[in-house]
């Protein structure tokens, strides 16, 4: 398949630019792939979208505030945003760095809270490798002195709401560099009603980084490569999806972050392997799902890793109708806008 096969024409106006006013008040997309149906409702009623048996299965990770604004030795003006900590190894990080001219090696930069940075060098073609201090209280410092990293189609600074709204009610697991969108509409009530359904919930770790929202830099998708994001499979999550698959229900990934973890770590019998690892799949349409069933998610950009995924679980054709439905509906768009539920 080609990139221009996934490419659609959204009117700017649509791209939300602000959350709803109250997380489950969001319009709500559903998609029968089986029917070939499309309906509309709102996300207050996805507890009817559930059936008895069922498991949603959520991304706990949380949303660090990971753009840094500072400056050079020379003065200059420099925006540094982190992207993964490199495990055991201080306070070392992958960032993309925004600057007038590329940094050297060696260069030091000057941020907030009196946090200094040197660049270690280049990492690939997109990263700095760069070291952060003081290391002891570098997280106590990110928190006061780092903006939310907002996506760059929202058109406005980030603001002190984004903080609590740019969060799922419940992130935990802090490394994130942007927000599992889907699980932006749920409250707790209405998590406790999903349950009250007879639904069982559980929850993994999928880090948001790069993997996720780089652009596909190459016409033939038999040429992309995805990059890797760090995940965590407790057993516990594991267990219950074995336990869904003996009793015939549903495996729901609230997400599609949640989505490529368990694919990553799927089985042929449709279980998944608990642990951690690095998910590096590449879903587009022709891919078989081994562990997803049904889908939470919202509405992703043309010519997307995130668009392809959503593709292959609803079918292109109908899913491209759906779009075209919500474009006509006026459905808003991307992180702050609203959802669809596929089976």
């Known amino acids: 398949m080609f ?3 996934f490419d659609y024409e959204l009117p700017p106006d649509l791209i939300a630019q602000e959350p709803a006013q109250q997380r489950e008040t969001s319009r709500l997309m559903t998609v029968d792939r089986a029917a070939g149906l ?4 709102v996300f207050a009623q996805i507890p009817e979208c559930f059936r008895p048996g069922d498991l949603l299965v959520a991304n706990d990770t949380r949303v660090i505030p990971a753009r840094l604004l500072g400056s050079k030795e020379s003065g200059g003006k420099v925006e540094v945003f982190l992207v993964r900590r490199l495990q055991e190894a201080g306070e070392v990080w992958n960032c993309l760095i925004r600057a007038s001219k590329p940094p050297k090696p060696g260069t030091q930069l000057f941020l907030p809270e009196g946090i200094t940075a040197r660049v270690v060098g280049r990492s690939s073609e997109d ?17 006061r002195a780092g903006e939310m990293p907002l996506p760059p189609y929202i058109r406005r600074g980030a603001r002190e709401g984004d903080r609590e709204r740019y969060q799922t009610v419940f992130a935990v697991s802090k490394g994130a560099v942007a927000a599992p969108t889907a699980g932006l509409h749920f409250t707790r009530e209405l998590l406790e009603e999903v ?20 652009p596909v830099r190459t016409e033939d998708l038999s040429q992309h490569r995805m990059h890797a994001e760090q995940y965590i499979i407790p057993e516990a999550t594991a267990a219950a999806i074995r336990k869904c698959r003996e009793r015939g229900g549903r495996v729901v990934a609230l997400g599609t972050t949640t989505a490529r973890a368990l694919e990553q770590a799927g089985r042929d019998d ?15 349409p022709g891919y078989r799902f081994k562990v997803v069933d049904a889908l939470i998610t919202n509405f992703h950009l043309p010519k997307s890793t995130l668009l392809m995924l959503v593709s292959a679980l609803a079918g292109k054709d109908l899913l491209f109708r759906a779009y075209e439905e919500a474009i006509r509906r006026r459905f808003r768009f991307y992180s702050y806008g609203d959802a669809m539920f596929i089976s």
Request: charged fraction near 25%; aromatic fraction near 10%; proline fraction near 2%.
């Open 127 to 143: 990263l700095w490798t760069v070291a952060f201090s003081p290391e002891d209280d570098f997280a106590e410092r990110l928190e």
């Open 195 to 214: 349950r009250s359904r007879g639904v069982e919930t559980a929850f993994l770790t999928l880090h948001v980084g790069l993997g996720t929202f780089l």
């Open 3 to 5: 990139l221009h096969d």
């Open 270 to 284: 449709g279980t998944v392997a608990s642990g951690d690892g690095e998910a590096d799949i590449f879903i587009c």
């Open 38 to 41: 499309i309906g509309e409702t």
